[in-house]
T-cell receptor, first 114, second 108 residues
């Protein structure tokens, strides 16, 4: 399984600002995913980020609000733009495994917007 | 992808087997059953997956009924550290959609 790190682990931000979350993997992976987990809720898929192509966003998520970069096979960033208190969540990145469809998740970034 | 139904919560005594059920009556022939768990304040952890045969690994066993409409995840000797939310997911493409899961409480 891959080892995944995220930076920052947590942050408190003011409304109207933007935060970029980094996801680093210890091996090359084709597929990376970004999820959001609002307080007390399950995970919601934001987008799929494959290296060399534009990210594919799920319904309800748009590139202007959550721009994603995927410059190489070990790294991705998610930016939460023009934040509001409703964006307070845990943001997690994950990668596809080498087997079937299993995924491995990072520890998450806990974001609080005031 | 097929929808899954899981109990909201379950209790299990430490050292006993935890049997977590999942209904997926609309599963199609090429959809896999995946299980993940999320321990408090951590990212989800992959546990096991199967297509139609029963599977076992170092963490758990997965029993899939012959008609594939339901499955059971078995933790053979539950410990306090197994307290977590367990997610059963049915999928055939690389897009993992999480439901509400089952909150398992392992009690001493």
């Amino acid at each position: 399984s891959a080892v995944i790190s995220q930076k920052p682990s947590r942050d408190i931000c003011q409304r109207g600002t933007s935060l970029t979350i980094q996801c680093q993997v210890d091996s090359q992976v084709t597929m990376m995913f970004w999820y959001r987990q609002q307080p007390g809720q399950s995970l919601t898929l934001i987008a799929t980020a494959n290296q060399g192509s534009e990210a594919t966003y799920e319904s309800g998520f748009v590139i202007d609000k959550f721009p994603i970069s995927r410059p190489n096979l070990t790294f991705s960033t998610l930016t939460v733009s023009n934040m509001s208190p409703e964006d307070s969540s845990i943001y997690l990145c994950s990668v596809g495994g080498t087997g079937s469809y299993e995924q491995y998740f990072g520890p998450g970034t806990r974001l609080t917007v005031t | 992808d097929a929808k899954t139904t899981q109990p909201t919560s379950m209790d299990c005594a430490e050292g006993r087997a935890a049997n977590l059920p999942c209904n997926h009556s609309t599963i199609s022939g090429n959809e896999y059953v995946y299980w993940y768990r999320q321990i408090h304040s951590q990212g989800p952890q992959y546990i096991i997956h199967g297509l139609k045969n029963n599977e076992t690994n170092e963490m758990a066993s997965l029993i899939i009924t012959e008609d594939r409409k339901s499955s059971t995840l078995i933790l053979p000797h539950a410990t306090l550290r197994d307290t977590a939310v367990y997610y059963c997911i049915v999928m055939k493409v690389f897009k993992t959609i999480f439901g509400a899961g089952t909150r398992l409480f392992v009690k001493a």
